[in-house]
């Protein structure tokens, strides 16, 4: 008597990662490095984040990439039960923050090792590095 195969598994979900573009590269090395670089307007200094190739305030094509605090405040949070993509399931409920960064731009990332009871608008927090991979880091929040 034979039995019927057992059926296979379904894969397990990949991690979403980014996609590098030549504007934000530099930004993902930094990451990658450890370091929170932000893209800077050679021409009139305001700070692009997310990396662009135009300056919104001047239209400049020009800029550089300069290394930032790590620092920030709460400013919006979400608490996710129910994730975006099949991946994260196995990590809900989990926290994604909006962050006000000391170096005057908002950063969206995962917010971890606070727990949800401690949450309020202004809480001290700093920028972390996880890396995924050989080329990927990912930005994540921790309490300061």
């Known amino acids: 008597m034979s ?12 991690r979403p990662l980014p996609t590098p573009t030549r504007e934000s590269q530099p930004f993902w090395d930094g990451m990658r490095e450890g370091r929170f670089l932000l893209q800077h307007c050679s021409s009139c200094g305001k700070v692009r984040h997310y990396p662009r190739p135009v300056c919104s305030h001047c239209f400049s094509m020009e800029s550089e990439f300069k290394e930032a605090p ?25 926290i994604v923050a909006l962050i006000d960064m000391d170096a005057g731009v908002r950063v969206n990332a995962q917010l971890h090792g606070v727990p949800e009871s401690a949450l309020k ?3 001290r927090v700093k920028l972390g590095f996880e890396p995924v991979n050989k080329e990927v880091t990912l930005p994540v929040f921790v309490a300061e």
């Open 121 to 123: 608008i202004g809480l």
């Open 3 to 14: 039995q019927a195969p057992v059926p296979a598994a379904p894969p397990a979900p990949e």
């Open 70 to 94: 790590l620092g920030g405040s709460l400013h919006a949070w979400t608490v996710c039960h129910h994730p975006f993509n099949f991946f994260f399931k196995a990590s809900t409920p989990y």
